[in-house]
């Protein structure tokens, strides 16, 4: 006789007055014979630069598993996305099932779990860059790439040609550049509806899009500013940094 | 036109070069590091903390000196972990300071990491970051090379390892027990509290997790001391703040300001304030989860406790202000919807009070709601808040009942009519058409 669940007989009782050991017994013995392990290194053909990344990030941990979601990272940049190729790979170098990472990767918004275009644009369709116009600015470039705006505004979209992934996103952190986009993880903005054809052909050119709004070429909001007094003054350009610190 | 700002973080922000080692240290950096390394006791430094008055500057406003001292003296495995992952819609001060000073930040790591005796240090950082996190790993890079890091600081044979770990999208990892699973590998869910991480945090260690500001501000302390510190600011609410002001302002962008001046000044002196002919209508004082004032309450003094007083509160220092071209049911929805999306759906009352949420604001929109929803959708924010492990729940319930209270009127109004597409300068976001409203939204994180 087994239990409601097909346990066995002996493990029916209510899992805290288990031992340990019989709650590990219990818990192989539900689980699905088709469940995969994790899976042998030798068994897995694995790109060695994809190995070394992931081993470097293992590195760097006190504890491996630490390593999950650079791992995921090295994987999606070697094949475009999480694919489950790429996931049994990273699982057989860091010793954990191919599962364990999948339940990962499913958590995170930019990890992709089915296949998308080359170029991310992640349009931020959050409230700053809703008042300044995210919402025709992500038409535009549904339009510009070819690729359907009820989709992008929810899971993103890809176009025909696998070109382009247009998002709407949540907030991206940059509402001072309101409304803005991240291509290819660089940022940029404040962008007009305008700005999408030329970004999306600059991209097809394999230039960069849009190098004079890019978020590294901004300066503070406030331009310069005097010292306040209280602020103590630069030490001498050479020497004495150290006699400078005060009590 | 800067007439208020006062720039101690952001002192120098935009010096050719700050970003590289070099520049840095010709401006006085790693002084600070050097001496608390060779010349100051750990609890030296956390008495200075505590005294200077510095609170925490993610949110919570918490004295950072106090939270040091949680963590228990003694030999075991302890961490510091740099919470960067700014994912509050308003918030990005954190990304220009990381993007153009990342060494005052590393500084501040490793004098933290000292204080509390940590040999760890994780900079957490948000993974749409992308290319903040490879400025960041650059300066790492350099001050390893230096001997600012590693295993013989300043030449005492004191050792802090640094890493910065990139996170891949989610706003609940901001959350300090969701950032620690995150760190350890697993899916972003917020862990039940007590134990706080000051005593069991990642790996099970004792864990001091600071916001980037805060760290930022420690070598400034050590350098001057805690009188120094105090004589930024209020009495309460020492320092300086940097304010990111967005939304509808002519100038949006970072200001570093002394907390205490009105709010008034941050929105209109420094970020221009709204439009020529445009008025404020609402704003939210610390980012999307802090409940809106009205234009009537701009003379508040920007500080943690009038901003508390005031039923709202100073959070992250994110001002978003909506002038009178703005619906206040569509932006409660936009609102609610970031929430609906980044709930990890771990708690009940979170997972599906913001959904329900979203559909009810969604019914408001439309036009097809009664005054009767408008208590419900209230109904539902009381009892979200307060009944979940993290606060991203309250997070939603909170401006969105300041919203419902405040602009109640407004409320009956789009939903006797729905929103009203056709008055003069409204603006609707996006074509919300009957399909775009009947279509699921997603649940949960990840896409």
């Known amino acids: ?247 | 036109m800067s007439g208020s700002e006062t720039r101690l973080l952001f002192n120098h922000i935009d010096e050719p070069g700050l970003a590289g080692l070099e520049t840095y240290e010709r401006l006085g950096g790693y002084r600070a590091l050097k001496r608390a390394f060779r010349e100051l006791e750990p609890d030296e430094l956390i008495g200075s903390f505590e005294e200077s008055g510095l609170r925490g500057r993610g949110g919570a406003g918490f004295s950072m000196g106090k939270k040091g001292s949680f963590l228990p003296r003694g030999d075991m495995q302890k961490y510091v972990c740099c919470n960067a992952d700014e994912s509050e819609p308003g918030a990005f001060k954190d990304r220009e300071l990381m993007m153009k000073n990342p060494h005052q930040l590393i500084e501040g790591c490793a004098i933290a990491a000292l204080a509390v005796g940590a040999a760890y240090v994780f900079i957490f950082i948000r993974g749409e970051y992308w290319e903040i996190a490879d400025v960041l790993d650059r300066a790492v890079a350099e001050a390893y090379e230096a001997g600012h890091l590693g295993g013989d600081i300043a030449g005492t044979g004191k050792r802090v390892e640094l890493v910065v770990h990139r996170g891949a999208g989610a706003y609940i990892c901001g959350e300090e027990t969701a950032l620690l699973d995150a760190l350890e590998g697993k899916r972003g869910n917020p862990r039940l509290k007590p134990p706080f991480p000051a005593i069991q945090g990642l790996y099970g260690g004792p864990t001091l997790i600071n916001n980037v500001e805060t760290l930022s501000n420690l070598a400034h302390i050590v350098n001057n001391g805690a009188e120094w510190f105090k004589s930024f600011g209020s009495e309460q609410s020492p320092g300086t703040k940097v304010v990111s002001v967005s939304g509808c302002v002519q100038r949006p962008g970072n200001y570093e300001i002394e907390l205490g001046i009105p709010a008034r000044e941050i929105i209109f002196d420094l970020a221009g304030g709204p439009r020529e002919g445009r008025r404020v209508k609402a704003w939210f004082p610390g980012g999307s989860s802090a409940p809106v004032l009205t234009e009537a309450e701009l003379d508040l003094a920007y500080t943690f406790e009038t901003l508390a007083e005031a039923g709202s509160m100073l959070g992250s220092g994110s001002i978003i202000v909506a002038d009178d071209t703005v619906s206040i049911p569509e932006l409660a929805l936009r609102t609610a919807r970031f929430y609906h999306h980044e709930s990890c759906g771990k708690c009940t009352p979170c997972r599906e009070g913001t959904n329900w949420t979203v559909k009810m604001l969604e019914r408001v929109t439309r036009g097809e709601a009664t005054p009767m929803d408008l208590d419900i959708i209230a109904s539902v924010q009381e009892n979200i808040i307060g009944y979940c492990l993290c606060v991203l729940g309250d997070s939603m319930a909170m401006p969105v009942a300041a919203m419902v209270t405040k602009f109640r009127d407004e409320f009956e109004d789009v939903a006797a009519s729905g929103s009203r597409l056709d008055a003069p300068g409204f603006r609707r976001p996006g074509e919300l058409d009957d399909s775009a409203i009947d279509r699921p939204l997603t649940t949960g994180a990840g896409v």
């Open chain 1, 1 to 247: 006789m087994t239990g409601d669940f097909g346990q066995p007989e002996h493990l029916t009782r209510p899992t805290d007055e288990l031992s340990a050991a019989e709650r590990r017994e219990l818990i192989a013995s539900m689980r699905p014979e088709d469940a995969e392990g994790v899976p042998e290194l030798h068994e897995v053909e694995i790109p060695a630069e994809l190995r070394e990344q992931i081993e470097t990030a293992m590195s760097r941990y006190p504890q491996l598993r630490s390593a999950s979601i650079p791992a995921l990272w090295a994987v999606q940049r070697h094949h475009g996305w999480c694919s489950p190729e790429g996931i049994r790979q990273a699982a057989a170098v860091m010793g954990v099932t191919p599962a364990y990472l999948q339940s990962v990767a499913s958590f995170y918004d930019l990890f992709a779990t089915s296949p998308i275009g080359r170029h991310r644009v992640l349009v931020c369709h959050n409230i700053s860059c809703w008042m300044n116009g995210a919402d025709e600015l992500l038409q535009a470039f549904c339009e510009a790439s070819k690729t359907e705006i009820e989709d992008a505004d929810h899971h993103g979209a890809t176009s025909a040609d696998g070109e382009f992934f247009v998002k709407g996103f949540e907030c991206l952190g940059a509402c001072d550049l309101a409304p803005m986009v991240s291509i290819d993880e660089h940022y940029y903005g404040p962008l007009e509806p305008g700005d999408a054809l030329a970004a999306i052909e600059a991209l097809r050119a394999g230039d960069e899009p849009l190098p004079e709004k890019a978020l590294t070429k901004r300066r503070a909001a406030g331009g310069e500013v005097d010292r306040d007094p209280r602020v103590p003054a630069d030490p001498p350009p050479h020497g004495g940094a150290e006699e400078a610190s005060r009590p």
